[in-house]
């Protein structure tokens, strides 16, 4: 395999590893902030909105970067290989 593209490969993963912890380790500490009122439903929604938002811009980069024809694509990549 090629430096570059083992490069490409590992960014990937690192910034996929990177949404997924915030999505499921993140999310449920929030969660329990709002049942004992230590933050507001609007700050967990917004919180909320900017991760999805934040996802969704890394696969959209991903389908611009490498010529995907879809966003999830990348995440195919990921999972089954090229």
Known sequence: ???RTMVRAAVKVYRFKLGI???WMGQPHLHVLVS???ISKEFFLAS???LL???GIALWSD???YGYSSP???LKELFLGS
Do not use: C, Q, R
């Open 21 to 23: 912890g915030l999505l």
């Open 1 to 3: 395999m090629e430096a």
């Open 63 to 65: 389908t611009k970067v």
């Open 53 to 55: 938002t934040w996802i």
């Open 36 to 38: 004992f009122n230590s």
């Open 48 to 50: 909320t909105v900017g």
């Open 72 to 74: 999830l694509m990348s």
